[in-house]
Structure formats: structure tokens, C-alpha cells
């Protein structure tokens, strides 16, 4: 029960990344009907150029943080004037098309500049506070209320189910950004016009939207969200050029989950898809050992050659397994609505 | 006086065909099939020009003859691979995003089989080509009513499966990260002749590839063909037509994973190892940028593609290895190359969309 709270509070911080990058896919998809495989990119971008103020520039990671979200909607925005603007009256496969292309340009321009090692945040940027959870230091307990420790850097629950105030923070702040966004869309008056244009964009236009500059909004703010996740993302994890591509698709997968098209899809697709990647890894290998022994490669299982979670194995593979399952049997995801064409 | 439209036989049928083909064989055409032919000893007394020269201490820096028809033949599996994508991105529309699949699925089936068990090079072919179409049908069943850009994603995903579980199942690769290693060479049955010089596979992949663009250009010119563009122009039209929708387009899933497969079972021999690494996802995006170079749906236009490509990601391959900082800009330009291409010329470089 211990670990599967632990891994419900892991898949929880996960999912409220991931439920920030999906919103990015989903807004674009649902007044363009682009799948912008580039945003993955961005994403990665928004950490990097985090990244590259703290580490380079010395700036205060509070600082960082809003300018590496403003360029990042600059990208945004630069990306839908440079390569999607042009062929917005072309067939959706071009938009596709183009959008791998960006995507896989990104990808290795990033390469280039910062290298393809792996790099993690600074030691020094976070606060003492907000540091992982070492789960060999006994962490000194400040105040104890009803059982529940208050640690350095964690709430330790009773039964060693600990929770750091780093992924609370990320919580939080996801919860905040989003309900802010579910704010912004359904109260502003660019988020009435941000629905105009999803229902139906030639008529929006006729009634006089500037479609191009909606559109560009909602590039922006999705990638200043998506900036904010790869910050989030590297703090906890680190950074790399292809974090952007599998984490992108795994929030892809979100989206394509909760109904591609729909914010709140997005925010609750992004939510199980977290704790479905969380719980694949963590409880995959019961799984793979009972279908190994009943197929008769029970020997192989015992002597490690078949992939478990520790061999970096299927764990990004969940979110394609999601996907795919999710486009062949309901391609309008679990809050979509179905609507008149087919998939 | 009526015309027969319909030819009477075979015969005439095929003798009003060749009449056409000497019609069409200009002179550039006749030294290009030439220079086609006789590549390698074109190349090879390059480098006995070369070797003439440098035995007198007059240098020309160029690589050696037999590395160029390394890369040629690297070319020619690519023009295999476009050849086949082409089929169903370009006959029947549908964007397919991981047609590395089959190529993996051909080069693991003839570099497992030929080194584990022993199987002869000419038993393996059949088979990996099987095996290739079986996994094209497996993949292509669940997804028959998918379009656009659900289908592409699909794609994408099963590849990427594929690639990991080759990656990761060591029971079933008996190596770390996919390695197949000691594959042996091509030996024909009954005789000692082992192909093993890269003028070799030069022929070798000459007479795959001829086959291959003998039966797509049978086939695109068939009834088959006109199905698979009518799909391509208008599902729910061709289905309206009487065309079985269904049955038309597993075939088309089915040839063109065949020929990733035919492509597979090629590279192991001739690479002698495969891993993983050669099967990762941008690869799909190489050659899913040859047959969009080319212009989709044109043979030629895949072929050409896949020459002009082909070649410049080897001689990028070269260059970069004096920079490794930038070796991955070689990933970088096939990207930009697929933007601009969107941007002015969505219908191909070469040739205009047919039909």
C-alpha cells in the first residue's frame, strides 16, 4: 500500500507535467488541426533556455523561469509565422509533414549547441528546500502534526510515503497554470474568440476574429506552458535534446487520451497518463514475468535477458502502447466528442 | 474500320510495348543505363588513373574507388526502401511514419535466421520478404479505417514498439542493443561463389532493385493501381465504385512492407552486423523525404529522390566525421530540407503529382 501511494503521488507530479505540455498539443490541434510535433521541442527548448540563463548567465532561477517561458512563446510564435503560417490552407498531411520537420531540426540544432549529454540544473539554483528526496539521509524532522513529519525537503506521511515539497510546488503550480488557462478560455475575450476559431475558423473570420493573431496567441501560450514543464522536468530530472521527443509524445499520448481538441481532456488525459507510466514501470515486471513463465521463457525471465523496467525498457513504450490503443478503439479519446468525418 | 483497342495476344501486346521503350531510348538515356551497368569498373579504373598518377607524385585527393560503390550501394537500399513507401504514401495517400519497421523486421529475420541457424542466404530472402508483408498485414489490419493524421501517428507508435523491442528483448537477439554480428556472406547454393566485394552487392541489389521496379510499374499500370490512386483521390468514391477499399489497401501495406523486408534481408549480409541504431526513427523521415523529393506517387521521382538524398546523407556522413560536435547536422538538414519543401514545392522536386 506504501508503494502504491508512493507511486500514485510520483504519477501525480508526472501527470501535471505531462497535463502542461498536452495542453499545448491540444489547443493548436483544436483550432488547427495540426498535430505540431514540434511542441515536444519546444518543451525541451523552454529547459535549455532556463538551463542556459541559470548556468551561463548566473540569473536567479526566479528569473529564468518568466524569461525562458517569454522565449519560448516568442519561439512559438516565430515557428507558426516561419513554417506553419504558409501552408495553413494546405493539405493537413503538409502541416504534418512540416511539423516533423521542425521537430526533428529543433531537436538537433539543440544538439549541437548544448551537446548530447545529459545535463542536470545546478546545484546551487533551488533553494535547500526544494531538493530531491535522498532516501538514504534520515532528513531532520522540524515538526511532527497527526503522524505527518514535516522534514527539510519532504512531507514524510506515516508508513514512508514522502512527498517533496519540489513536487508539491510542481503540483501546485501546474494546478494554478491550468486553472488560470481554463480562465483565460472560457472568461477573455481572446478565449471566446479561441473557441470561435476551434468551432469553425472561416466563420470566425467572416465575423470580423483576426484568425492569424488567434492562432499565434494560442501558439504562444502553449509553448510558454510547455516552456514551464521542461523547466519543471529538468529540476526534477535533467535535461537532454531528446527529452522533447519522448516526453513530447508520451503528452501527446495525454491529449490524444482525454479527446484531442479539448483542454480539460488535456488536463485529466495528462493526469492518467502520468500515473499509467508511473504504475506501468513500477508494476510491469509481475506482468512480464507471469506471461514469460506461461509461454515457456520462464528461463529467459530468470536469467535477466527479457527487458524489465530496471533494463530502461518499456517505459516510454507505455505511452505508445496508450496511444495506439486509444486511436483504434475511441480516436475521439474519452471526452471528445464525436464528431460528423471519420478519424 | 474499327480499331482493336484490345491487343490480340500477349504477343502484339508486348511488341507495341517495346516499340514504345525504343521510342523512348534517347541517347542520355542509352549512356546512363551504361554508366548504370558498368559502374564498378567505370570506378575501378578511377583508380587506376589515380594510382597511375600518384605512382608519378601527382596526388588527387578522392576516395578510393571501392568506397564509392560502398555508398552506391547504401544509395541503391534506399532507392529499394523509397520504392516501397512510395506505394503506400504515394498510390494509396497515407502517410507512413514508420516504414523502418519493415526494414527492421527483414534485417533481423535474415541476420537471425542466416547466423543462429545457419540458413542459406537464397532460403532467407523468401522469407524475410514473408515476414516483412505478415507484419505489413498485422500492422495494417487494425488501422484500415484510419486516415490521415491518426494513421501517420499509428505508424509512428509501431515502429517505435518495434525498434524497443529489439533494442531491449536480448532473448530474443541473444545481444545488447539489437547487435547481430558475424553475419555471414551471400554464398549461392550448390557452387563456391560467396558474395563478398561491394561490386558484388553492387549487382546483387542491381537485379533486386529491377524487380522490384518491374513489378511496381505492373502494378501501378493495373488495375490494382488504379485503386489504390482512386483510394488516394477519395475513399468514400472509390468505395462507391464497387473498389473493395479494404482489400486494395491491406494489399498496398502488404507490398510495400514486403519490399522494406526484401530491403532488410539485403543489409544483412551486405552489412555484415546490424543494430538497432540503423533502425531509428528518423530514418523513416530519410526516406519518407526521398519519395516527397521525388514528387509521391511517381516512380522515377522516388528513385531520384532517393539518389539525390541517399547520396548527399553519405558524403554529410563523411564530411561530419572531421567534426564530431556537428555530426548531427546531417539529421538537421533532412529536416529543413522536409519544411521547405512543404513550404514551395509540396508536390516534389522532380516530377508533378500524376493523375
Not at chain 1, 503522524?147 to 512531507?155: H, K, L, P, S, Y
Not at chain 2, 547481430?180 to 546483387?204: A, E, R
Not at chain 2, 477519395?234 to 530491403?263: H, P, T, W
Not at chain 2, 530514418?283 to 548527399?312: D, N, P, Q, T, Y
Request: aromatic residues 12%; proline residues 3%; glycine residues 10%.
Amino acid at each position: 500500500m506504501d508503494v502504491f501511494l508512493q507511486q500514485l503521488i510520483n504519477g501525480l507530479v508526472l501527470g501535471g507535467i505531462y497535463a502542461l505540455i498536452a495542453v499545448g498539443y491540444t489547443m493548436v490541434y483544436g483550432i488547427i488541426q495540426l498535430i505540431n510535433f514540434a511542441h515536444g521541442e519546444v518543451f525541451m527548448l523552454g529547459a535549455y533556455f532556463a538551463f542556459t540563463l541559470v548556468a551561463f548567465f548566473h540569473l536567479p532561477f526566479w528569473v529564468a523561469v518568466p524569461i525562458s517561458m517569454l522565449l519560448c512563446a516568442g519561439f512559438g510564435l516565430l515557428m507558426d509565422f516561419v513554417a506553419y503560417r504558409p501552408i495553413r490552407n494546405a493539405p493537413r498531411l503538409s502541416a504534418l509533414i512540416t511539423a516533423i520537420g521542425v521537430s526533428i531540426a529543433l531537436q538537433n540544432i539543440a544538439r549541437i549547441i548544448w551537446g548530447a549529454k545529459p545535463q542536470p540544473f545546478p546545484e546551487e539554483t533551488l533553494p535547500s528546500f526544494l531538493q530531491q528526496v535522498n532516501p538514504l539521509e534520515e532528513p531532520n524532522i522540524y515538526f511532527s502534526f497527526l503522524g505527518i513529519n514535516f522534514t527539510e525537503v519532504a512531507i514524510k506521511f506515516p508508513g514512508n510515503v514522502s512527498l517533496a515539497y519540489l513536487d508539491l510546488s510542481i503540483i501546485l503550480l501546474a494546478v494554478i497554470l491550468m486553472v488560470g488557462l481554463n480562465r483565460i478560455v472560457s472568461l477573455t475575450k481572446i478565449g471566446k474568440a479561441m473557441r470561435a476559431c476551434a468551432q469553425n475558423r472561416t466563420a470566425s473570420n467572416l465575423m470580423g476574429i483576426k484568425t492569424n493573431q488567434v492562432i499565434a496567441i494560442t501558439f504562444a501560450i502553449g509553448s510558454a506552458l510547455g516552456a514551464i514543464a521542461g523547466v519543471m522536468v529538468g529540476v526534477r530530472e535533467y535535461i537532454e535534446p531528446t527529452m522533447g521527443y519522448y516526453k513530447g509524445v508520451a503528452a501527446f499520448a495525454a491529449a490524444v487520451l482525454g479527446g484531442i481538441g479539448n483542454i480539460t481532456g488535456a488536463m485529466v488525459g495528462g493526469l492518467l497518463m502520468g500515473i499509467a507510466e508511473v504504475f506501468g514501470a513500477g508494476y510491469i515486471d509481475p506482468i512480464i514475468e507471469f506471461i514469460a513463465t506461461n509461454v515457456g521463457l520462464g528461463e529467459y525471465y530468470e536469467a535477466g535477458t527479457i527487458s524489465n523496467s530496471y533494463g530502461s525498457g518499456y517505459r516510454v513504450a507505455i505511452s505508445y502502447i496508450v496511444m495506439i490503443i486509444v486511436i483504434l478503439i475511441r480516436p475521439t479519446g474519452l471526452f471528445g466528442k464525436s464528431t460528423g468525418h471519420r478519424a | 474500320m474499327s480499331k482493336n483497342i484490345i491487343p490480340n495476344s500477349i504477343f502484339e501486346y508486348y511488341k507495341s510495348k517495346s516499340s514504345f521503350i525504343l521510342n523512348q531510348l534517347t541517347l542520355t538515356r542509352f549512356i546512363l543505363f551504361l554508366i548504370i551497368l558498368f559502374l564498378p569498373t567505370i570506378l575501378f579504373s578511377l583508380d587506376a588513373i589515380i594510382k597511375f598518377f600518384s605512382d608519378r607524385n601527382i596526388y588527387i585527393d578522392l576516395p578510393s574507388g571501392d568506397y564509392i560503390l560502398y555508398i552506391c550501394v547504401q544509395v541503391c537500399v534506399y532507392i529499394l526502401l523509397a520504392i516501397g513507401l512510395n506505394i503506400v504514401c504515394g498510390f494509396t495517400g497515407l502517410l507512413d511514419l514508420g516504414y523502418v519497421a519493415f526494414y527492421l523486421v527483414g534485417g533481423y529475420t535474415a541476420g537471425l535466421l542466416m547466423t543462429n541457424h545457419g540458413f542459406n542466404y537464397f532460403l532467407v530472402l523468401p522469407l524475410a520478404i514473408l515476414n516483412g508483408g505478415l507484419w505489413g498485414l498485422i500492422r495494417g489490419a487494425p488501422t484500415l479505417r484510419l486516415t490521415g493524421d491518426y494513421f501517420a501517428i499509428v505508424t509512428f507508435g509501431f515502429a517505435e514498439l518495434l525498434f524497443r523491442a529489439v533494442k531491449n528483448e536480448i532473448w530474443l537477439i541473444q545481444d545488447i542493443n539489437g547487435f547481430v554480428k558475424d553475419i555471414p556472406s551471400v554464398n549461392i547454393p550448390y557452387t563456391k561463389i560467396v558474395l563478398y566485394q561491394n561490386w558484388h552487392h553492387y549487382y546483387h541489389i542491381l537485379i533486386l532493385i529491377g524487380i522490384v521496379i518491374f513489378i511496381t510499374y505492373r502494378l501501378k499500370n493495373s488495375r490494382v493501381g488504379r485503386a489504390w490512386i482512386a483510394i488516394r483521390e477519395d475513399e468514400q468514391a472509390a468505395a462507391c465504385m464497387g473498389i473493395n477499399v479494404s482489400r486494395y489497401k491491406s494489399l498496398a501495406f502488404a507490398i510495400s512492407a514486403a519490399i522494406g523486408g526484401l530491403g532488410g534481408a539485403f543489409l544483412a549480409p551486405f552489412w555484415g552486423i546490424i543494430s538497432a541504431k540503423a533502425f531509428e526513427f528518423w530514418e523513416s523521415i530519410l526516406i519518407l523525404c526521398m519519395v516527397i523529393l521525388g514528387g509521391k506517387g511517381s516512380i522515377r521521382g522516388a528513385i531520384i529522390g532517393a539518389v539525390f538524398l541517399g547520396s548527399l546523407s553519405e558524403i554529410l556522413r563523411e564530411i561530419l566525421l572531421r567534426v564530431p560536435q556537428f555530426s548531427s547536422a546531417r539529421i538537421l538538414i533532412f529536416g529543413v530540407i522536409l519544411v521547405l519543401l512543404m513550404r514551395f514545392r509540396p508536390d516534389g522536386l522532380i516530377y508533378k503529382k500524376s493523375v
